[in-house]
């Protein structure tokens, strides 16, 4: 800035109430599509154009990116919704309060079987229940963390086939860039992952194809946050008001189709997602294939800010894969849902950044959901909602 | 009894005197890519009493082996993709071991961490004893500090040595070409590389450098 340019008051991000209370950051990632907001945030600007001086971090699993967070080794990471819950709760390790910032991603998941399982006749979950059913040998699913969302998409996709994912398979975890090789030794007959080491990859390579993407087993769902620990937003609001800013911007930016090509470009470099930028593009173009002959254009593809429809961390979200984890007996005991969303989505912050910018806030933190099985999932009752289900732990 | 593991595990962490460990018996899987500094962490926890089940490579079936290994401890490499693999089986239930990022006595934290950044990290089935767990924690991350300073004395020495030899072929080339003797060419090279701020080394890489394209 020249000495010369007028200064608008409160326009600085440098100045005044808001200044971030810590402006160095790391912030981690994993190498998938969906932390392409993070990254063109970083990318374009929008981290420093905000008072923060971010720098972002690969990881190798989403247990060192917990880990990593409760040491304060990082300062905010890309998270498997379900898993902030998880660690909130201290499901299967340990215990820390936990907070969603916003969502980064609705879409964009995959459910792949493979070719010995099509060539028993399977292609989606019907034909699959039929080749269990017969019998002959127990087969194997994978998902990438044991709270995370794509164990809770193959699980709810599993059971309104008819399929018991805890009895009737077995189901492993594996990490997203092991999946095809995992496949191809066969040590599994399916997983479900994110792009871009879903379909493209599995059906490029001829081992598998996609049974069902996770947008047609929910319209528009959650998938990925931007989430810290408790700890961090109360310390440093600001600091966590100023990145909400910086990955708005930078989710609206994504959501422009025409930008999407310049996206997967920068994505797909080696420091951060390591794929082919065409693997990458295809998909964040909505251009699908599922490997047994049908392509199509799909609008729900992978979304990133949809006017603040994908960012706005709904309770009635959290309160979802809280009562899929008390379905699967990760929860053992039901838990105040609404009460447990509350502490963990900071709806708040969200809101007061978004109204800034211009961006719409839903009247209501919990809006009524129906998943392709049918079954509406209505967040005034989630009790009755996983007592509802005739397959569960 | 836990107070007791406490205070040797200090001490023996101190005097590098394991051996007092020889009556625990904990059952601990190794997983790691590097399979030569696995080996030497397999014999320090060996030598110190715990019962090294196992040591697998991140590359190989991890599921498989926890689950036939059934391991009270796993000790693992922290940058391992593996490690989702481990939590995956830490919800199934209590026979298989937990990540563990602290200790019951908050003063351990900094242990946690000091094995964090050396690159290690543990999972423990619940009703693991603290102090073991403790203890084994402790081993595993003296030894890793002492093969740390091992590996930064042995590259300290070798990048002398190396020095050396490149200060010395400049020198031999300024003899050669400028007819000097081993003093005055040895001062030339002084005085260039405190005129040009550089280490001697670099000067005379340098020189070299330019001299092979020349």
Redesign the interface.
């Known amino acids: 800035m020249t000495p010369h340019e007028p200064v608008a008051p409160g326009a600085s991000p440098l100045a005044g109430p808001g200044t971030p209370e810590k402006t160095k950051l790391t912030i981690g990632f994993i190498a998938l599509t969906d932390c392409a907001s993070l990254v063109m945030a970083h990318e374009l600007g929008l981290f420093r154009k905000h008072g923060l001086d971010v720098t972002l971090s690969r990881q190798?699993?989403?247990?060192?990116i917990?880990?990593r967070l409760?040491?304060g080794e990082l300062d905010a990471a890309h998270l498997l919704y379900g898993m902030v819950y998880g660690v909130h709760l201290g499901?299967?390790?340990?215990r820390?309060d936990m907070a969603i910032l916003m969502g980064l991603n609705h879409n964009g998941q995959g459910i792949v079987l493979s070719r010995q399982l099509r060539e028993l006749g399977a292609v989606d979950g019907p034909s699959l229940k039929k080749v269990i059913a017969r019998g002959g040998r127990r087969y194997t699913f994978a998902?990438?963390?044991?709270?995370g969302t794509h164990a809770m998409w193959l699980y709810y996709w599993l059971a309104a086939a008819g399929i018991h994912p805890l009895r009737d398979v077995n189901?492993?975890?594996?990490?997203p860039?092991?999946m095809v090789a995992n496949m191809r030794a066969g040590?599994m007959d399916g997983y479900c992952v994110g792009e871009p080491w879903g379909g493209a990859r599995a059906i490029q390579e001829g081992i598998g194809f996609t049974a069902t993407t996770t947008q047609a087993i929910w319209r528009n769902h959650p998938e990925k946050v931007l989430g810290t620990t408790r700890a961090f937003v109360e310390r440093h609001p600001n600091t966590a008001r100023a990145m909400i800013r910086a990955v708005l911007e930078a989710s609206r930016y994504i959501d422009i189709m025409a930008n999407r090509d310049r996206v997967a470009g920068i994505i797909s470099a080696a420091g951060y997602v390591d794929a082919p930028a065409g693997l990458i593009a295809a998909r964040l173009r909505g251009e699908y294939e599922n490997g047994l002959g049908r392509k199509w254009q799909d609008p729900d593809c992978m979304k990133f800010f949809n006017d603040g429809e994908v960012n706005y961390p709904y309770l009635s979200h959290g309160m979802w894969f809280l009562t899929q984890q008390r379905r699967w007996g990760?929860l053992q005991q039901d838990v105040d849902y609404l009460a447990v969303a509350r502490e963990v989505n900071r709806i708040d912050l969200y809101a007061e950044v978004a109204r800034t910018m211009g961006i719409a806030v839903p009247q209501s933190p919990l809006k009524t959901e129906r998943l392709f099985d049918g079954v509406v999932w209505d967040p005034s009752a989630p009790q009755a909602y996983v007592e509802s289900f005739a397959i569960r732990a | 009894m836990q107070a007791t593991c406490h205070n040797h595990a200090q001490a023996s962490v101190r005097a590098h005197n394991l051996q007092s460990y020889r009556r625990m018996s904990a059952r601990v899987l190794i997983i790691d890519a590097h399979s030569e500094r696995t080996q030497q962490l397999a014999q320090t926890l060996a030598s110190a009493g715990f019962e090294v089940v196992g040591v697998v490579e991140e590359t190989q079936d991890v599921h498989d082996a926890v689950r036939t290994l059934r391991p009270d401890a796993i000790l693992i490499d922290v940058d391992s993709p593996s490690r989702d693999t481990l939590e995956g089986l830490a919800v199934i239930g209590k026979r298989f071991p937990r990540p563990i990022l602290m200790l019951s006595e908050s003063t351990d934290t900094e242990l946690v961490h000091d094995a964090a950044r050396l690159g290690i990290s543990t999972y423990a089935v619940e009703g693991f004893s603290p102090g073991l767990l403790r203890s084994l924690i402790a081993v595993a991350t003296a030894h890793f500090q002492r093969q740390r300073l091992l590996t930064d004395e042995l590259e300290e020495a070798q990048q002398a040595l190396q020095d050396r030899r490149v200060i010395d072929k400049a020198k031999y080339r300024l003899v050669q070409e400028m007819g000097m003797t081993e003093e005055a060419a040895y001062h030339q090279l002084r005085r260039m590389a405190m005129e040009r701020g550089l280490k001697l080394a670099e000067l005379a890489r340098l020189l070299l450098e330019r001299g092979a394209t020349s």
């Open positions: 190798p699993s989403w247990a060192a917990r880990d409760s040491l499901i299967g390790g340990p820390q998902q990438t963390f044991p709270t189901v492993i975890t594996v990490p860039p092991q040590n990760l």
